[in-house]
């Protein structure tokens, strides 16, 4: 990927992590309404978490090779 599509994904995940982390916000302060839930969004919002660590450890990569090269 290049440095402009990595940056795009980043983006995009970074929205998709705020909205992850506000619906497991939201679940929290309606507890103990819908507590069989957390697991699920719990779940949600690590993996949207883990795949933008990952896009912005691949993004200075490629900011650091282009840099380089």
């Known amino acids: 990927m290049t440095v402009e599509e990595l940056e795009k994904k980043v983006k995009k995940l970074s929205m998709r992590s705020t909205d992850a982390k506000m619906n497991l916000h939201d679940l929290s302060e309606e507890?103990?309404?819908d507590w069989e839930k957390i697991p699920e969004v719990a779940q949600e919002t690590y993996e949207?978490?883990?795949e933008l660590a990952a896009a912005r450890r691949d993004l200075k990569a490629a900011?650091?090779?282009e840099a380089g090269a």
């Open 31 to 33: 507890l103990p309404t």
């Open 48 to 50: 949207v978490f883990r």
């Open 63 to 65: 900011k650091q090779a």
